[in-house]
């Protein structure tokens, strides 16, 4: 097969970037060429742990930092716009550095077909809280209005791009697996024939769960490949690995290292007696053969990824992960953790973007499925 010039990639609904992380770890010629997203957090967050390298031209004055904010929809709980004159001029200027170095288009809402740039790759991790087991069961109808209903923006946006003859080849979209369920069902088919519609050939949804690329978590994801013309058949050509996890890859539990144990005394809970109910449900030993569930953007909840008995400044009770393991076992690197304590955010805001986010390794394999010999770097 012959190699293709540089894979141009777009990250609708981009969080913090789990498929810009995985491509990076691919021996291929990629570029991401822009990003949607409103939520404030998962922006600057996405900047951080992608962008550090580029420099930005600040302006000087806070009226202008404000004129070109405002052309954007964001959000400060991903849930409502927000009214970004409240904030502070430095966090201004954070929001404006990071909306500019992460080439941010905004809103999913907002987005016009015709501001986007050429691209081969969509990807489109659209809002699961609507139709996970965790939400209220709304789903993603279109026309309903829920958060993911805004699937359906996406269908705009193609339609505008198949218009001007600029569709991309690929699309990968990701979310939970009930978005098989039966409440649902009729909602995926219409979407899978608007895109057939407009030249694409869609594989089999693939539900795919870490715990078989390399990660002791048990989170299971549906995954659709959509290719412009023949089905690409992404599924035959993923290889999974044996179920053997190393301890020290995913977590920290070396207490004589003060700032692990800082981060342990964060990720403690009192004992009260709904905490005992998580612990009777989610309670382990931390040793070589610990699996957690899946991590979720709350995990101070009933059914949340794990427990493990800590006696730390709450004195001998039971800790979460911390979030350093959270991205670990979220398939990110040690070093973008790093680079996000820097946005000094509380541990409830990092859970939040980190359980929205998609496990890197499993990522990883679908794009080497898809990509690895079209598009590799030349050694």
Excluded at 272 to 289: V, Y
Aim: glycine fraction near 6%; aromatic fraction near 10%.
């Amino acid at each position: 097969m012959s190699k293709k010039q540089k894979l141009r990639v777009f990250e609708a609904f981009a969080g913090i970037g789990a498929q810009a992380a995985a491509l990076k770890r691919l021996n291929i010629d990629y570029e991401i060429v822009g990003i949607s997203d409103w939520f404030i957090d998962a922006i600057e967050c996405y900047a951080t742990i992608h962008c550090q390298d580029k420099t930005i031209d600040m302006p000087e004055t806070k009226s202008e930092v404000l004129d070109y904010l405002s052309e954007f929809t964001f959000s400060a709980d991903s849930v409502h716009p927000y009214n970004i004159s409240r904030l502070s001029e430095d966090r201004l200027r954070d929001l404006y550095r990071a909306n500019k170095k992460c080439n941010n288009f905004g809103s999913i809402s907002d987005i016009q077909a015709e501001d986007l740039p050429d691209f081969d790759l969509l990807v489109y991790s659209f809002p699961c809280q609507d139709l996970s087991t965790g939400g209220l069961g709304k789903g993603m109808k279109k026309g309903s209005g829920t958060r993911s209903g805004l699937l359906w923006e996406v269908e705009r946006i193609l339609t505008g791009l198949y218009k001007q003859n600029r569709l991309p080849e690929y699309l990968l979209l990701e979310n939970v697996k009930t978005i098989k369920a039966d409440s649902n069902i009729n909602d995926l088919k219409q979407w899978l024939d608007f895109l057939e519609s407009i030249g694409y050939a869609s594989d089999d949804c693939m539900l795919l769960n870490s715990l078989d690329f390399g990660v002791p978590q048990d989170r299971e994801r549906a995954f659709i490949v959509s290719h412009l013309g023949d089905r690409l058949n992404v599924k035959s050509k993923i290889v999974k690995k044996e179920r053997k996890y190393v301890f020290a890859n995913f977590f920290r539990n070396d207490y004589n290292n003060p700032t692990l144990k800082a981060e342990a005394d964060v990720a403690q809970l009192n004992k009260t007696p709904s905490r005992e109910q998580m612990w009777r449900i989610n309670g382990r030993d931390l040793n070589e053969s610990t699996i957690v569930r899946t991590i979720t953007c709350n995990m101070d909840r009933t059914h949340c990824a794990a427990l493990f008995p800590y006696k730390g400044e709450k004195g001998d009770s039971y800790r979460r992960p911390t979030i350093r393991e959270a991205f670990l076992l979220m398939g990110f690197f040690e070093q973008d953790f790093e680079k996000t304590r820097s946005l000094a955010y509380s541990y409830r805001k990092m859970n939040k973007l980190i359980g929205n986010s998609i496990v890197v390794d499993v990522l990883v394999e679908i794009f080497r499925a898809m990509f690895s010999d079209e598009y590799r770097r030349d050694c």
